[in-house]
């Protein structure tokens, strides 16, 4: 059983900050990836930013200079520091562990709950 369990949303004017936090719970050898999507009311969950196992990091063209991936000391940690936000960044925000190894399974991927984060203008 793996779980990933995700906290910081919340509601912030345009050009402030918020912080996500994701963590996998359960025990986990690895996980190959992890990163965060988002999905906007009447538009597809996109690709926000992804930082794999080595600490190479890539973001969607909308969000490069503002927002930033990191991972925690412990690895089955990931963060999305969101700065200069816009309303067109409010979404629900999904963390995402890619290639989960466990000791009974391997699983392709593995979602977190969800943070809606809503920016005001």
């Known amino acids: 059983q793996v779980q990933l369990v995700e906290s910081g949303g919340g509601l912030v004017q345009a050009g402030g900050s918020l912080r996500l936090s994701c963590a996998a719970s359960?025990?986990?050898?690895?996980?190959?990836?992890m990163g965060w999507y988002r999905q906007a009311p009447g538009k597809q969950r996109e690709l926000v930013a992804i930082i794999t196992s080595s600490g190479s990091t890539n973001y969607a063209d909308s969000v490069k200079g503002r927002f930033t991936i990191s991972r925690g000391n412990a690895k089955n940690t990931v963060y999305l520091q969101m700065n200069s936000l816009k309303p067109e960044d409010t979404a629900v925000y999904y963390c995402?562990?890619?290639?989960?190894?466990?000791?009974?399974?391997?699983?392709?991927?593995?979602w977190g709950q969800g943070s809606l984060v809503t920016v005001s203008s």
């Open positions: 995402n562990a890619d290639r989960v190894f466990t000791p009974t399974k391997t699983m392709p991927a593995v």
């Open positions: 359960g025990i986990i050898f690895s996980i190959n990836a």
